[in-house]
């Protein structure tokens, strides 16, 4: 039986292209004792993958040239070797860009129940970005009722749970997003309190005006996915003992650098900023998975999923989600 | 009775100079029931007053115009219609700089004791500077035995007592400072581990480099008092989670723009930054003035101090310090 993956061919200069990637054929070996081998449904992509294609020094290891890109799946068992894994078994893993993984079935895959959830779920809202969304909102921003959240990259998988879970603690919700069409999602469907579209106020001066008018009482917290000129409008509207939760900082991503323009604003406003990379409190996946399962289970929190059809079309819908062209949770569809 | 202060009497457009100063000459009000009158012996000039001569939105209220600047006073009570005060008393408060201040004796001014700890010192390691390196370090920097920490202004009344502190903490403690004469004296007097003359790397990779080599095992802990490009070297040297305490950023006081230029090393370091004000933490003076009293009163907490002799001389001497002119403490001695 063969597999299809997709290989990092080699490191972008600047803008990544569908050139540093590589689809190849393999044939897969046949299983170990102890082994489960998992068939894609669905691969996650996610912005963490654009720093792995840098061979900088960062909180992770790069991507290693011609393996399989790494990322997050959710599939089924189809065959094992493992007595804790059935055929059929519905599983999560960082199974790559790839139809079939081979997992040891140690800690590597955990099973997953899509009674109540759907399946692709497990990669947004109940996975990696639900987590960073809960992680950085109720261990950092620390809510408290009647303050007042704002989120940039609103409509996205992460965005969109901080803005939801926020307004489920009581909070004054602001998004930030890429368009009409985004912005009235993450109000409407959503329900956060305001959205203001970015792309409409090129102007920094513009925007930080615009801001202004949705945040009458300022920002007691941020959750940071952007960062640069956005970044800049929202510390000046920072309340005293504000917290700003740093999860990404997508417009640096390619190497361009995205000075904070006046850092004495954490001084000034007595800010609390810190960064964080969800996988390192797995401690805390149980419980926030658990609060986050709940909520899906029951329609509190709502998600959107772009989804790609197929492995060969991967690279491109990550360079489009690099740009902000997904709406949702970005997922490429295996089977 | 007549009294000598000072006044704001213009706000400076970008460097101050002593024409934003005017001394005056008034006469004393008798006291009312209650108040107790206070001859100042010390008064402490301090970088907070740069920012309150501006009429900046800020933490603080602007010092208003023609009114007495503000100002730590050390002195003593010459007359009193207060039980709780009597003559002779030795008092530390917030008198301004003048010759006499009138307190209430409510809470502006507190009784201090002498007999191990000169009466100075309460204007510096046991007073407002001692108390900003106790709460930075010991709240925010979280300073754990063998991890290092690094501080900038280090032979300052702050910089020295966050690095001896942190030595008395198990650290490993590296200082910045401007001069050799400087480190000099951080090293050999206060036992810091290194220090590092940065007016002798006038260029930023330079000094880098310099900070790299007194670093070998990165910084866990930074104390930031300068900003600016001091603050950029430090950060490439932040370890994972590392924390910065932001107490001040005296290269950014006259308005020069100091961004931050590599904002996304709080992301991909994890790391913690937490501005603060030491005035709104009242409620931990007691416990952190009664450990700073010990241990200046044994001789395990050093300091040094820049006198300057006569109120007329208090506007050059606070214009000095804002180019780091003065060594250790500086202070204007009244009587």
């Known amino acids: ?22 689809l190849e054929e393999v044939a897969l070996a046949p299983l170990e004792d102890g ?13 963490y993958m654009r720093g792995r294609m840098n061979d900088a020094k960062s909180y ?3 991507q290693p040239l011609n393996e399989t890109m790494i990322g997050g799946t959710v599939g089924e068992v189809v065959e094992s070797r493992n007595a804790k894994f059935a055929v059929g078994d519905k599983v999560v893993g960082m199974g790559g860009w790839q139809q079939y993984s081979t997992a040891s079935g140690q800690a590597d895959i955990r099973r997953v129940d899509t009674t109540h959830i759907p399946l692709s779920a497990y990669l947004g809202s109940v996975g990696m970005p639900g987590m960073t ?40 919700v602001v998004g930030i997003a890429g368009g009409v069409e985004k912005c009235a999602y ?34 007691d917290c941020h959750f940071e996915n ?3 000129t956005i970044m800049d409008a929202v510390m000046l509207r920072m309340n005293a003992f504000g917290r700003v939760a740093m999860c990404g900082m997508i417009s640096g991503y390619n190497g361009a650098p995205i000075p904070m323009m006046a850092p004495q604003l954490i001084l000034q406003s007595r800010l609390k900023f810190e960064g964080f990379i969800v996988s390192e409190h797995m401690d805390l996946w149980p419980q926030g998975l658990a609060e986050l399962g709940g909520y899906v289970a029951s329609g509190k929190i709502k998600f959107r999923e772009s989804i790609a059809d197929g492995l060969a079309n991967a690279p491109q819908s990550f360079l489009d989600l690099l740009k902000g062209k997904n709406f949702g949770k970005q997922l490429v569809k295996l089977v």
């Open 1 to 22: 039986m063969n597999n299809q993956r997709i290989v990092l061919a080699s490191r972008p200069a600047a803008e990544p292209t569908t050139a540093n990637f590589r």
């Open 35 to 47: 082994q489960v081998r998992v068939k894609h449904h669905y691969l996650s992509l996610d912005p």
């Open 60 to 62: 992770a290891q790069p």
């Open 133 to 172: 969304a809960w992680y950085g909102l109720m261990k950092i921003c620390e809510p408290k009722a009647g303050e007042t959240v704002c989120v940039d990259a609103a409509s996205g998988a992460v965005g969109s749970v901080v803005g939801q879970l926020a307004k489920l603690k009581g909070m004054h």
């Open 186 to 219: 993450v109000k409407n469907e959503l329900g956060f309190d305001d959205c203001i579209d970015y792309k409409a106020f090129p102007d920094p001066k513009a925007f930080y005006n615009a801001l202004k008018v949705v945040t009458p009482r300022g920002i």
């Open 226 to 228: 952007v960062g640069g």
